[in-house]
């Protein structure tokens, strides 16, 4: 394919080992550091004002804009789109505090005070930085991209690249094509933008960059005019996107509607709408597609007949190898664990919901004494969004409490306990997506020497037992994936059915970097949905992307700035901010200084 290569650019080599040759340094300027203190701000969420719901004059005026200007929107050139979301995603950079603000006013304030919500803000301005590159250069983003035949897929190495070199010099970031399909880019894309679709997006409640990477893979990906349907869990961002996005809405291309499901019954089913999005369960789906008709029974058809995508949750996974981990590695894997559940509260589809480990394996205990160490010093959070905390007192009515620790350190009114649930058979896991603060973890029956007997049943498990096929992380030493072999690829890798694979990280940095696909594994229709049926994020807009692999470094050097502990994270996230919205040497530097203090 034009514009990629088997071997990687010079400069991108030079500057990785740049990376690493200042390594002991880097580390030796952390150690003479003095430590940041930072007083606990724990703060209760709030209840936010509602918006007033969308008038269906308004809405019938807003869908009439919206479709005399999609045939603009359409052949409107791509640099001056590129032009257009360069403003949305300065005006990220103005608000973002702001912003961060409302999110924990709504949700909580625990261990990093607003650092966990202005990191989301973050990866909004990442994901707007990689699409106005595409839309800038075309394939000339290719430049740094490597390929690699796998049996029968194609394997491209998509990041680090540039700059970010200095960044993410030891991480790795991959995707794989589906098997016997060239690697073409941006085919599937072109056919939709030529049918100047109006889109309705139904955003998800979660979180701000799920809605924010919707709106730009729906306008400047797809070159669809859209209409954005807040939740109304997280309404009160409104006024921030409106800010945001002013020049789309001053175009015509870009609406908002608020509002419960009455106002979604609409828009799914006005006849100015021609394709629909949604991030959300598969019971919403359901709703909209096949409303109270039996989905697989009789023949039944779909209640609708636009072309509907969806990105929805699972049960995510955590496989871990058993090996000759040191002491300091499994402190790091189950910080990194319990930062991968403790995020939003559990509110995550990529929160999660299950560890895998060998029962026969002699760190087994602990391993476990450590999750159980930094789940108790994890800060109790309130299960905010509508429905959690009956989904957790179920869980915890369902519980053996033999197995059942309730853990984490009490702080604000409302707050629970991480449940964990430990030594469980395979059959004994509840798979399904529990959305709030649960974690379960299974103890397979396999000879603690047999690899790759291990890896195949845990592959298994992960395929056959949790419900979903969106994103699971594995934890495997070098050591481990060189005695597997070509087991490592072909039987874990490529044998797991997800959409979206970790590797020695929990998986909130592979949502954040857009040049990886974000979606479920390919196949789903639509009588059987499980994580749905799109592939979003994929800046680079390869066509027949099958999944999508992170690997990275254990341990992470700086510390990883998605850890629910870490230190200096607001100062972190406002110069991530300036070095994503402009990147350069200096504002580098200072990313850099700041995160050795994390």
Not at 205 to 229: A, R, T
Not at 571 to 593: M, S, T
Request: proline share 4%; glycine share 8%; net charge neutral.
């Amino acid at each position: 394919m034009e514009g990629v290569s088997r071997h990687r650019r010079w400069s991108d080599r030079a500057l990785c080992l740049a990376f690493r040759a200042s390594k002991p340094m880097l580390k030796l300027m952390r150690a003479v550091m003095p430590a940041v203190k930072e007083e606990a701000r724990w703060k209760p969420p709030e209840a936010m004002e509602e918006r007033k719901p969308t008038s269906r004059a308004e809405l019938e005026a807003s869908l009439d804009t919206l479709a005399a200007n999609r045939s603009m929107w359409s052949k409107k050139g791509d640099q001056d789109k590129a032009v257009l979301l360069q403003t949305c995603m300065n005006n990220i950079v103005q608000v973002m505090e702001e912003a961060a603000a409302l999110g924990h006013r709504a949700k909580g304030q625990y261990e990093v005070g607003l650092a966990e919500e202005m990191f989301a803000w973050v990866t909004c301005i990442l994901f707007a930085k990689e699409t106005i590159q595409f839309l800038k250069e075309g394939r000339g983003c290719l430049k740094g991209v490597t390929c690699r035949q796998v049996g029968k897929q194609t394997v491209c190495t998509v990041l680090p690249t540039g700059l970010d070199c200095m960044l993410y010099a030891e991480y790795l970031g991959e995707v794989w094509l589906e098997p016997e399909q060239p690697p073409t880019v941006g085919e599937k894309a072109r056919k939709v933008q030529e049918r100047e679709e109006l889109a309705l997006i139904l955003g998800a409640g979660n979180q701000i960059p799920v809605i924010f990477g919707d709106v730009i893979h729906k306008l400047f990906v797809e070159s669809s005019v859209s209409m954005l349907k807040f939740s109304p869990v997280n309404c009160y961002n409104g006024a921030v996107m409106e800010k945001i996005f002013e020049p789309l809405l001053n175009l015509g291309v870009l609406k908002f509607a608020y509002g419960g499901s009455d106002v979604g019954k609409v828009l799914v089913g006005h006849e100015k709408v021609d394709a629909i999005h949604l991030t959300g369960s598969e019971a919403t789906f359901n709703a909209i597609v096949w409303g109270d008709k039996p989905r697989q029974e009789g023949g039944s058809s779909p209640i609708i007949d636009k072309r509907i995508t969806a990105e929805l949750g699972g049960c995510t996974p955590y496989i871990i190898f058993p090996g000759g981990w040191t002491s300091a590695q499994l402190d790091y894997i189950a910080r990194q664990i319990v930062a991968g559940k403790v995020h939003n509260s559990g509110h995550n589809c990529l929160s999660a919901e299950v560890v895998v480990t060998c029962r026969a394996w002699k760190q087994r205990e602990e391993f476990l004494e450590r999750l159980e160490h930094h789940f108790d010093l994890a800060a109790q959070r309130v299960p905010y969004y509508p429905g959690s905390l009956e989904k957790y007192n179920a869980f915890k009515r369902a519980c053996n409490p033999a197995h059942l620790k309730e853990l984490g350190k009490k702080g604000v009114n409302g707050a629970v306990p991480w449940l964990l649930v430990e030594n469980l058979g395979a059959k004994d896991v509840d798979g399904t997506e529990h959305w709030c603060g649960v974690l379960q973890e299974v103890a397979l029956d396999v000879q603690v020497n047999d690899m790759e007997g291990y890896g195949k049943a845990a592959v298994q498990f992960a395929n056959e037992s949790c419900a979903g096929q969106l994103s699971c992380s594995v934890w495997a030493s070098k050591k481990t994936q060189v005695r597997l072999g070509s087991a490592w690829e072909r039987d874990i890798i490529a044998g797991l059915r997800y959409g979206s694979i970790s590797v020695n990280t929990c998986i909130l940095p592979a949502f954040g970097f857009s040049r990886l696909g974000w979606g479920a594994y390919p196949g789903n229709g639509i009588a059987d949905i499980g994580s749905g049926n799109a592939m979003i994020h994929n800046s680079l807009r390869f066509d027949h992307l099958q999944k999508s692999v992170l690997y990275c470094p254990l341990p992470v050097f700086p510390t990883a700035i998605w850890l629910h502990d870490a230190k200096n994270g607001e100062n972190i996230a406002k110069l991530a901010a300036k070095y994503f919205a402009d990147p350069n040497i200096g504002a580098l530097a200072q990313l850099a200084f700041a995160n050795l203090r994390a």
